[in-house]
DNA sequence: ATTTTTAGTTAGCAAAGGTAATGAGTTATG
DNA sequence: CATAACTCATTACCTTTGCTAACTAAAAAT
């Protein structure tokens, strides 16, 4: 809890939260995709997906499409801008990663390394 | 985040967020505290405090008591209710750790205890 | 005695989560 | 084919959690 306020807190210039980040990094990893499987995605109920997704449409980070195939869903995908912040957020991430990576020893990088493959597995990836 | 909500979801029955749980948590751990020392602590702003607080109050977890050599300040504790609440949350939060555990090997288990303690010292416990 | 600082609170904003109910589109069935 | 049943996304509404700014009361400093 207390590390993941630190963290939260570590978000910084561009004004997104978490929720709104993760959104925009899974449709960069895994493409367009509809808001149904992108609750899913990230373990939300569906109503909540359909608000995260109007801010960022509303921001200009992402952009609806309908589909022909199927009237009833709706393609979110990333925009320009939002390709461009998500980028910009990676680096600065990285930045603070790099930092705080040099703080401790490449044996426990590699036991942080191994764990987050751990996690991952947990998480159900 | 994915692996955030799903811990969430785990909260389960007794109906108190993670933030509230962290509270009673940090008090049993630490034994009572002032408003301000907690906010410090969970890394929280001292209103935002107030209010988590209240609610637990409210909810019959916490006490408040006066300070009676600084009026300002106000001395939180774990009621019996909230001791009793956090017992319990903390064996059923042990019961799905324990399944979760015995998915994975003992090495991996030996990388993942490594890992929290890294962790712990990056997050400036 | 007055000013400054500190602890906690209140008020008000926005985001994120949830459930329940609706609308529109698709699929299944009589 | 017409209707029933289901599915996807949304709207409406509630709670909790963060935040900042402004305020009160108490303590400390001048």
Redesign the pocket.
């Known amino acids: 809890?207390r590390l993941a306020?630190r963290l939260?807190?570590e978000r910084g210039d561009h004004g997104?939260?978490?929720?709104?980040?993760?959104?925009l990094a899974t449709l960069h990893r895994h493409g367009a995709?509809?808001?149904?499987?992108?609750?899913a995605h990230?373990?939300?109920?569906?109503?909540?997906?359909?608000?995260?997704?109007?801010?960022l449409v509303a921001d200009g980070l992402l952009e609806?499409k309908d589909?022909?195939?199927?009237?009833?869903?709706?393609?979110?995908r990333l925009t320009k801008a939002g390709t461009e912040l998500l980028a910009s957020d990676r680096a600065r991430r990285e930045a603070w990663l790099t930092c705080r990576m040099s703080e401790i020893t490449a044996d426990e990088r590699q036991t942080l390394a191994r764990a987050a493959v751990i996690l991952d597995r947990l998480a159900g990836s």
Not at 16 to 23: E, H, P, W, Y
Not at 33 to 39: D, H
Not at 42 to 55: G, H, I, K, L, Y
Not at 67 to 76: F, G, K, T
């Open positions: 809890m306020r939260r807190a997104l939260t978490l929720s709104q980040l993760s959104v995709m509809t808001s149904g499987e992108l609750a990230e373990r939300v109920q569906p109503p909540s997906m359909t608000r995260t997704v109007a801010n609806r589909n022909p195939e199927d009237r009833r869903q709706v393609l979110l």
